[in-house]
């Protein structure tokens, strides 16, 4: 049986976290061959990837490069298939996509990964963490020691932690009660779901662990001095304090915790870096040490103008859940409900498909049923109630715009501050036509959280849904350069960005990365476009194929789904005069 092949965003996030970990943050050389590797072969081109278009376009050798003489390329792939063996060995241990440059070429190759972090962790009072790779103990400068680590105890106070424990316990069982209680006076969700399970990736398997509505504490040490140290720290501050996806303390984690009972735990360390004016990001899982990244900014990126763009990039890989810590909590089976159902929502977005968007509604309604407070609860499925009526999908029966603007106005009036709430009240907005008010409410989003690229992309998808292209296209376009983690609709939006602006060769370029999404009418007919102005006529025969056995209602017809859709009318017309060149649409 052939291995499963990860989809193109779930290697995009992995990409992300591997060039800013540990073992890749002192090999600039090793980060951009990388890069250029797996988004040259993502984008459809691994033929490609020879020695010589790589030693031109990575190392700037020119035309007159030869490989016998000049072994940078096979040097610089041998370092680099080391760096990923590390990795994936220690650091990236429960990573959910392993990539790897099988020798002898220079193509990318991806697996699922089976390695659950659970196997590998250490005892939670074992005082271990994974020790820091050479590279990391080489380079960096000697910094005070974290006070993360459990240290021994003086035995005075052994009685007083064993009384900790026990209080602890006593109120993990007094919440497990309530739980209990409210689930079983909650009689129709537990029907419902009883007469129709959905799998749910054990979403809910680790309840005990933490309260239900629990999302990962985050926490700040700040170990450097210098007016490098005293802007990345602001910039990190500021944007900790704008995701609702996470509680944020803002000072360090007590030394005199039991670390093990903080799971779901973190603290960001910022430290000297190995050059004068450099700066470390480092973060770190409180239980058990493990880092989780490391950045090192220069002196030139930690200066103002450049530090918040940088923070940004690394926040977005982190503290949504599409990032690191999320990925760290669901791989060590400790999450707790709303951080399962969250993971469960942010798949869905992956892949785009019934089964995913089933799952996550229903964890999500679950925890309605079972009384959340959580404005982000609510956000989330205000959209997937809008999903579920733009998509046509069977759950939940009878899903209608007017449920999800009511999920939407409790999310609002449960959050006022929450980026998430506004994301979603100006998505529906959008969906209704109201068009100013969904930009009103989309750039609110954005306003509150600039450093989520996941905001700023709502905000230029929502501006390019209003007709305003030159608005909208350079914010979504800027995110999309900046994470390469993120999910595909951020590609569509800026392929129609493009496609209105004129810029056609980046409008095919953002087609491409839709080809390995899940089948949609809409998405089908951008790659055939994209095909079509890339002079790739065989490519676009198959696709108008596709389209029209898969989809023979928008094949027939496709301004009645771009009208259905509030599409903007020239927009509209665009689309089905380049869909009609394509062979697709009816003529008259």
Known sequence: ?????????????????????????????????????????????????????????????????????????????????????????????????????????????????????AAEAKPAGSGQAAPPS????????????????????????????????????MVLVIAMLGVLVVRQ?????HDRDAAAPVETAGATSSVASQPFESLPLIYMAIKADGPEAARVAASLRAGLAGFDTIDFIGRDADATRESSAD?????????????????????????????????????????PGAVENNVASLLTSTIPASGAIYSYIDQSDIQTSQIGCLVLNDRYYLDQSGKTHEAAYRCLEKLVGEGTKS??????????????????YAYPPG???EQAMSFAHRAIQMGPMSPHAHRAYGY????????????????????????????????????????????????????????SGHPTWWDYGLFLGALMQGDTKRAAIASESLRTTASKSHYLAARLIGAKISGRDKLA????????????????????????????????????????SAGIGNPS
């Open 1 to 117: 049986m052939e291995p499963a092949t990860p989809a193109a965003p779930a290697v995009r996030e992995t990409l992300e976290r591997l060039l800013a970990s540990e073992t890749f943050g002192r090999s600039e050389r090793a980060r951009r061959l990388l890069r250029y590797l797996v988004e040259r072969e993502q984008a459809g081109e691994g033929d490609r990837l020879k020695g010589l278009s790589i030693a031109m376009d990575v190392f700037g050798k020119d035309g007159d490069f030869d490989s016998a003489t000049d072994a940078v390329v096979r040097v610089q792939a041998g370092r680099l298939r080391e760096l990923l063996e590390h990795y994936f060995a220690n650091e990236g241990i429960a990573e959910p996509v392993r990539i790897a440059i099988p020798r002898g070429g220079y193509v990318p190759s991806y697996e699922l990964n089976a390695i659950r972090l």
């Open 134 to 169: 050479a590279e990391h103990l080489e380079n960096s400068a000697p910094t005070e020691a974290a006070p993360l680590m459990p240290t021994p105890a003086a035995s005075a106070s052994s009685l007083t932690r064993q009384l900790r424990f026990f209080w602890a316990a």
């Open 185 to 189: 006076g909650n009689a129709f969700f």
């Open 263 to 303: 799971p779901v735990s973190f603290v960001f360390d910022v430290i000297p870096g190995p050059a004068a004016g450099d700066v470390m990001i480092e973060l770190q899982s409180v239980a058990t040490g493990r880092v989780l990244l490391s950045r090192n900014l220069t002196s030139a990126e930690s200066a």
């Open 375 to 392: 404005s982000l609860v609510y956000s989330e499925l205000a959209s997937l109630q809008l999903e579920a009526v733009n998509n046509h």
């Open 399 to 401: 899903a209608t715009i």
């Open 428 to 483: 529906l907005n959008s969906r209704l036509g109201n068009t100013d008010e969904a930009i009103r409410w989309m750039r609110k989003s954005y306003e509150l959280n600039p450093y989520d690229l996941g905001m700023a992309a709502a905000y230029g998808y929502g501006l390019i849904f209003a007709g305003k292209y030159q608005e909208g296209t350079p914010i979504l376009g800027h995110a999309v350069e900046t994470f």
């Open 541 to 580: 025969s198959q696709l108008a194929n596709e389209l029209t056995a898969e989809f023979p209602k928008f094949a027939a017809d496709p301004r009645a789904t771009f009208v259905d859709r509030k599409y903007p009318a020239d927009l509209t017309d665009r689309l089905v005069q380049s869909l009609r």
